[in-house]
Structures are given as C-alpha cells and as structure tokens.
C-alpha cells in the first residue's frame, strides 16, 4: 500500500485491516470535516483511505441527533441543513469517482458520552418501532444522507446487551450496518455481537479494536477479539502526526 497522509482532524485515528491480506484502511473524522470544507473532502477522497468514520453522532435524552451542539435531526426531521447546507453534498462526494472511499460509518458514543444511556432509556420507554423517536431520526438521517452504510458502537459505559441489541436491530432495519469498537470488557461484546446476528445474521459486519489509550494492551492481542460470523477484524491505532509511513504500520497487523 502506499504511504497517505493522515489528515489534522481534532480526532485521527489510524484503522488496519488485522485479518485478511487486503488495502483496507480508515480515519475518524471530526469536526473540521465541515469547518475546513472543501478541502477535507478532497483530501479524503485522495488519501487512499477506503473507509471514514464521522465522529460523532451524540444522542440526547429525548432522541434528538446532535454533533458538535448543531443538531441533526429532531421530531423525526433532519434539520441539518439550517446550519450545515452544504453537509448532504460534502458526504455524498466522499463515495463519487474518482474516490478511494467506499464506507461511511457514523460513530456513537466514546469517553464520557452518554449517547447509550440515553438509547436505554428511550428504548425502554418507546421501543424501536416506527412511533419510536429513535426510529424517526435515524430514519430521517438515513433518508437525508443515504451514503451513510453503518453505525461505529464506541459504547464505553452502561454496557446494556439487551438495548444496545435492540438499537442496532432496527438500525440494520433502517439500511445501517455495524460496526463494533471495542477497548475492554470482552464478555458484553461477544454477547452484543451475538444477540445481534440472532436476529439479524447480517448486522454486524466488523469489529474494530481500539489499540489506544485504555485498550493500548490490545496492540498484541487483537486477534484474541474473535466474533463469531464476522470476518473483518482491525486495529486501531491514535495518531495526531501528518507523517505517517502506513506501509510499515500496517505490516506489524497484517499477520
């Protein structure tokens, strides 16, 4: 693979391929990903990266789709566009030739976000049908910008099997993939995964190790993360440099 420069985003993240022999790679992408436009967008579609993560999509107490304090989506309509007109177009030339892009996930949760706890109380209190505001703004969102093909579950506390399960479910239904991204506590993971492919064999589709700060001590275990029916397995690594020999970093995961 060539060497690519990671971009400055708030959060960069480096995603290896840890399983098959294969040019995959990705990025989280923040923030600057609209305040920079359009050159972050160039720059991605160039980098040789073959698949972003929009980081983040925040959850709030009353379902509500937020990133950055702007809202997304709200009482089942994506409202993006009053603050971010050029959003819909920006993500929809990730994927348009000439390109190396070929997935976009959204990621929900990290450090400190309570993004799940609130998908546990608005499951437990409306389900995840289609009354559900979780349903109506996912499904605004997905309808918005159809680009996106998964959700990135950076779950990192109230580990709930059962609501999380039920959330990614309807979000399969709704045209999201999964993909899972843990850094610890393997148990709720592989039972996460589990219950998941018990409903929806398709769901989930990767698994992505967080090889960094808390799961720093998965850089020589990722292959200890087994899930079953999931074949793509990666690595994870955070780096802030934009000098970065990918050919060298990826050889240490591709074994």
């Not at 089942?76 to 000439?98: E, H, I, M, R, S």
């Not at 506590?185 to 998941?196: D, P």
Request: glycine content about 8%; proline content about 4%.
């Amino acid at each position: 693979m060539k060497k690519t420069v990671i971009l400055a985003f708030a959060l960069v993240m480096l995603v290896c391929d840890a399983v098959a022999q294969r040019e995959v790679s990705g990025v989280y992408v923040g923030g600057h990903i609209r305040r920079e436009r359009p050159n972050t967008i160039t720059k991605l579609r160039q980098s040789g990266f073959t698949y972003v993560i929009l980081f983040n999509v925040h959850v709030d107490p009353d379902g509500t789709l937020k990133t950055d304090g702007e809202t997304i989506c709200k009482d089942g309509k994506y409202v993006f566009q009053q603050t971010q007109p050029y959003y819909q177009q920006d993500v929809a030339n990730l994927k348009t030739p000439p390109t190396s892009i070929t997935r976009i996930d959204i990621c929900i949760g990290g450090w400190g976000n309570d993004s799940y706890t609130n998908i546990k109380n608005l499951v437990s209190s409306q389900g995840t049908g289609p009354s559900s505001i979780l349903y109506k703004n996912f499904k605004a969102l997905k309808e918005a910008v159809p680009e996106i093909d998964a959700v990135n579950n950076d779950i990192e506390q109230d580990y709930d099997v059962n609501s999380a399960a039920k959330f990614h479910i309807m979000m399969y239904d709704l045209g999201y993939k999964t993909t899972l991204a843990p850094y610890t506590y393997m148990s709720y993971w592989t039972q996460l995964c589990s219950k998941i492919r018990a409903s929806r064999p398709n769901a989930v589709d990767r698994a992505m190790i967080q090889c960094y700060d808390g799961g720093a001590g998965n850089v020589n275990s990722v292959g200890s993360w087994n899930f079953t029916g999931v074949s793509e397995r990666h690595a994870g690594l955070l780096y802030y440099s934009n000098d970065w020999n990918l050919d060298k970093n990826m050889a240490q995961f591709q074994k």
